[in-house]
């Protein structure tokens, strides 16, 4: 039936009566037809009829394949190629590879002296050569990734207004309430996979945004396809705006969102379910949905609602979590100490600290220790001071982490009364590690630990050159934006850079390989450990706790391996469950890497016989 009504829905679609067949002005028939659930994927057509790797020739002109960025190989194209496509003479007769091509964009790319041109060359380039584009960021990732995410991307979004050029993902507004489901079928793309989604309240550590936060998503999913083999046609970057209390973009004449304040409450958590209920019907229930950016008051409850309903995660929250861990977890080879001997100390409370803390605790607990126990080695502080029992504005995740202890408001008595061995930053204060609380850490601690997380690099609460210059190169030293290589004494360190890259696309492709339908925190225990063992000995030696940036590819290849694994030994995938493992593999991993395809079909295999 259901190939029946798609052959009908072509031939109107083509505006051509059909003369035989079932009668479309029949009732029974238009509600067979109305009803069933795959008829999204009908009569849409998307940009030139290319969809995901589908290409109808009859639909294609030949200058689409110039047009295109999906089809475009620029001057790549081999001169038969040329000719039977009807491009011969649109482009330059010079044939030329795409490694030579790559070339000549990195050469490019250096030519620019600041890094937002750079990120707008970029961008240029994602907008009329796919293929070139991914394959430039996938071969040069310590150079090019600084420019599409991290720090850069923060940049990118204060000026999101002066900078954009081409639509590239969804707006969808508060005024739109209502119709969410109509907007998701605007989409071109009816297979996808992933979705990216910020409501830009809070922008790395730059506060609130609101429209200009589209450079999250749209790098983020950039950074899908280029570190772990996610088609980009699957994913799909998506921008909520309901307003921005930010003033100044208010004012602004090239802001390119809602001029008003935000909505919040009910109309806002109502827009928020609406959406959610939207993305399953249109997409299916295992769409992975990232939310990425939401404020601290948002983010946290909104996971509590949805993770066991959806399949999503919150990277702010459980990706910086996941990669802090990696990194302490590496950091106990140096010290040879265990977890359960570690005190910590965080400077902020807010979605990324707490996300560590909370995973700290999981961590312990999986060792053998209670989780009160765990919990009263993680001492933390916000802007009003020390987290203690008795202060009346703390509750929910904050409650489990407060001390019976005097109410402190300065970072170096905090440091004095708990003693701790690490010390973490998430508070989006640039130097708030002071060479006091640096210089005391130090003598607190042999190899004394210390994490500037905070976003972007202008952020920070310390550099690389304090940590090891006031430790005298003891400082073992972990920050969330790239730092240059420090020479001290004679040695060079390698400073590691805890990127949530290192996690997100391994997830995501684990998740979207093995057809999960809920992320637990168990998913990125998991990957913590995973990334922490493929951090060598040679790393640790410069004092990189995390793998060199070029080899994330593989990371995240590796990370995706184990989330399979560990799916199918705890019945996690529904699918294989209940169905032959064999062809559920083979079927839902087409838009995944060969790589992993081939890993999963052959492990799969295995553990059936």
């Known amino acids: 039936m259901f190939k029946r009504c798609q052959r009908l829905g072509a031939v109107v679609a083509n505006g051509v009566h059909s003369t035989s067949g079932p009668n479309l002005q029949d009732p029974s028939q238009r509600i067979i037809f109305k009803m069933d659930p795959r008829r999204d994927r009908l009569t849409q057509r998307s940009y030139h009829e290319v969809t995901g790797d589908n290409i109808c020739p009859s639909m294609v002109r030949g200058v689409d394949y110039v047009r295109d960025p999906r089809l475009n190989k620029g001057m790549a194209f081999t001169l038969e190629e040329r000719q039977s496509l009807g491009i011969h003479g649109l482009i330059p007769p010079r044939f030329k590879s795409q490694e030579e091509q790559v070339k000549l964009c990195k050469e490019n790319v250096e030519r620019y002296q600041e890094d937002l041109n750079k990120y707008i060359y970029l961008v240029g380039l994602q907008d009329r050569n796919e293929r070139l584009f991914y394959r430039l960021l996938s071969e040069n990732v310590e150079q090019m990734m600084p420019l599409v995410y ?300 210390i994490f500037a997380l905070s976003n972007p690099t202008s952020k920070a609460e310390c550099t690389a050159e304090s940590a090891y210059k006031f430790t005298d190169g003891r400082a073992i030293f972990a920050s969330g934006s790239p730092f240059p290589d420090y020479i001290h004494n004679g040695k060079t360190f390698k400073p590691g850079q805890g990127n949530n890259a290192y996690i997100f696309p391994g997830v995501a492709l684990g998740v979207i390989a093995a057809g999960v339908h809920h992320i637990s925190d168990d998913v990125f225990l998991l990957a913590a450990k995973t990334l922490a063992h493929q951090v060598k000995e040679s790393d640790l030696e410069v004092g990189r706790l995390y793998p060199p940036l070029q080899d994330i590819r593989k990371v995240s290849l590796v990370i995706a391996k184990a989330i399979c694994e560990d799916a199918y030994h705890n019945g996690k995938r529904i699918k294989f469950k209940f169905f032959n493992k064999k062809k559920i593999v083979e079927e839902k991993l087409d838009g995944t890497s060969k790589s992993l395809r081939g890993y999963v079909k052959i492990f799969v295999l295995n553990s059936c016989m």
């Open 150 to 449: 991290t720090p850069t991307v923060g940049l990118a979004c204060q000026k999101f207004g002066l900078i954009y050029r081409r639509p590239r993902g969804l707006f969808i507004t508060i005024h739109d309430k209502g119709h969410i489901y109509e907007m998701l079928r605007n989409w071109p793309e009816p297979d996808v996979r992933a979705i990216v989604v910020t409501d830009g309240e809070r922008i790395l550590g730059l506060g609130d945004l609101g429209s200009y936060g589209m450079g999250i998503p749209v790098g983020k999913l950039a950074l899908y396809t280029a570190l772990a083999g996610i088609k980009p046609h699957q994913c799909l970057p998506i921008q909520i705006d309901v307003g921005t209390n930010t003033q100044s973009l208010l004012d602004d004449p090239y802001y390119i969102g809602l001029k008003q304040k935000r909505v919040q409450g009910p109309e806002y958590d109502s827009f928020l379910e609406e959406f959610m209920q939207a993305v399953v019907r249109r997409y299916g229930q295992n769409t992975l949905i990232q939310f990425e950016d939401f404020g601290n008051h948002n983010a946290f409850r909104l996971l509590a609602r949805y993770r066991d309903k959806y399949c999503t995660f919150n990277d702010d929250i459980q990706g910086t979590a996941s990669v802090a861990l990696a990194g302490l977890l590496a950091s106990l080879r140096i010290t040879k100490t265990k977890m359960a001997e570690q005190t910590f100390l965080f400077m902020g409370a807010g979605e990324a600290s707490l996300g560590i803390a909370t995973l700290l605790v999981n961590a312990m607990y999986k060792e053998g220790m209670a989780r009160d126990e765990a919990a009263s080695r993680i001492w933390l502080c916000d802007s009003r001071g020390l987290l203690v029992k008795g202060r009346n504005d703390i509750g929910g995740q904050k409650e489990i982490f407060a001390k019976e202890a005097d109410q402190l408001t300065d970072f170096l008595e905090m440091v004095n009364l708990a003693k701790p061995t690490a010390i973490i930053g998430a508070s989006a204060q640039f130097g708030a590690f002071n060479e006091k609380i640096i210089r005391r850490m130090a003598e607190l601690n042999k190899r004394p630990v």
